[in-house]
Each structure stands twice: as structure tokens, then as C-alpha cells.
């Protein structure tokens, strides 16, 4: 079993920047990835950005233009999402998620945390 624990979510302005952190813990496999996805209001889910858990690999949703950075700190079995100059179409619930293919079938998911970009 893998537990994740998202904070870091709140209310900001577009053009401001908010990091995300995903606590994990349990026994998360080597070829296991840590991901991203959020779902805004009246739309589905989307995935946004995944890590490898052993090797770092990195993907990102396209149409990001490099704005958002996923990142990993091993010692802390923690996972971050970094977004910048961020816009009122990134308002929504990021969720963290964990898995073998997480960008389309996430074993494990967190609870959310809500972001929300003003104008």
C-alpha cells in the first residue's frame, strides 16, 4: 500500500507561482512513477506530470510551456510540483498520484488539493 498526502494547495493570483508537495509513504517499488493530475470544474481529470521514482524521468503534459516542474526529493519521499506564472485555467484539484503507468492508470491516488488562480 502506498499513501500520498498533498499540500500546498490556495488561492493565488495569475502570474504568481505555488508549489505543491506530495507526501508519500509506504512501500513504493524502484519502477514506480509519482504524478500529477488535476481536474478543474466540470471537466475530467487530466494528468499534468509524472516522475520516475528511481531514475528522475520526467513528462509533462503538453501546452505547459514549461510553466509547471516536477521534482523529487528522495530523503524526504516527497514529490513537488512547481508552477509558475501561473493562469485562471490552472484553477482546480491536483491530485497526487503513484504507479506503474500513472498517466493512465494511477494505482494510487491522493486526497487533493484545491488550487485556485484569480484574474
Known amino acids: 500500500q502506498v499513501q500520498l498526502v498533498e499540500s500546498g494547495g490556495g488561492l493565488v493570483r495569475a502570474g504568481d507561482s505555488l508549489r505543491l508537495s506530495c507526501a508519500a509513504s509506504?512501500?513504493?517499488?524502484?519502477?514506480?512513477?509519482l504524478a500529477w493530475f488535476r481536474q478543474a470544474p466540470g471537466k475530467e481529470r487530466e494528468f499534468v506530470a509524472q516522475i520516475g521514482w528511481a531514475l528522475g524521468l520526467t513528462k509533462y503534459r503538453g501546452g505547459l510551456n514549461g510553466r509547471f516542474t516536477i521534482s523529487l526529493n528522495e530523503a524526504k519521499n516527497t514529490v513537488y510540483l512547481q508552477m509558475d506564472d501561473m493562469r485562471p485555467e490552472d484553477t482546480a484539484v491536483y491530485y497526487c498520484?503513484?504507479?506503474?503507468?500513472?498517466?493512465?492508470?494511477?494505482?494510487?491516488w491522493g486526497q487533493g488539493t484545491q488550487v485556485t488562480v484569480s484574474s
Open positions: 498520484v503513484a504507479g506503474v503507468d500513472t498517466e493512465i492508470s494511477p494505482a494510487y
Open positions: 509506504g512501500h513504493i517499488p524502484s519502477y514506480y512513477n
